[in-house]
């Protein structure tokens, strides 16, 4: 099967399984896909899990990151300087209408991890950190990875004001 030669869907196109499909879809060109046939549901795949939930797949040789390979599928490029920002808030979604190209700020302040914490739930993290809890254990219990714990409890982001 070649993907020149007949409309595929964005599931077809990709993800693709075999090898000779995988070196070729960075040569596609923005709107090979056409998006009428999406739907408004997340849409998931094969593809390896990262350990903050986003999903890789292999492309050419190179693991991508499924949600921007389907972003550009149809919509060409990520715009130098943004980010994608899953509206979703799923980030295994690689639904292209769920994706909206932000900068690194407002997709850092749209973050469920941001979104989930008030100052109020920062310093009680802080407080069971320094009482001994593990930051996987404060993780599940405020329902953010581990990663974001781990800036809280390192005040590498949300900084007491001075």
């Known amino acids: 099967m070649t993907f020149h030669d007949q409309p ?11 090898r000779q499909a995988r070196s070729d879809t960075r040569a596609i060109p923005a709107g090979t896909i056409d998006p009428s046939g999406l739907q408004g549901e997340c849409i998931d795949g094969p593809g390896e899990r990262t350990r903050l939930g986003y999903v890789r797949v292999w492309v050419s040789g190179v693991r991508l990151l499924a949600h921007v390979v389907a972003w550009e599928l149809i919509n060409g490029p990520v715009p130098t300087g943004m980010e994608l920002d899953h509206k979703c808030r799923n980030r295994w979604c690689r639904n292209p209408l769920h994706l909206e190209p932000v900068s690194h700020a407002e997709n850092c302040r749209r973050s469920p991890a941001t979104t989930k914490l ?3 739930k920062v310093r009680e993290i802080r407080r069971r950190y320094v009482a001994g809890e593990s930051i996987t254990h404060l993780g599940r219990q405020f329902d953010v990875t581990k990663q974001a714990i781990w800036l809280i409890v390192n005040h590498k982001n949300w ?4």
């Open 159 to 162: 900084k007491e004001p001075a």
């Open 8 to 18: 595929m869907s964005l599931e077809d196109l990709a993800f693709p399984r075999d």
């Open 118 to 120: 008030d100052w109020e």
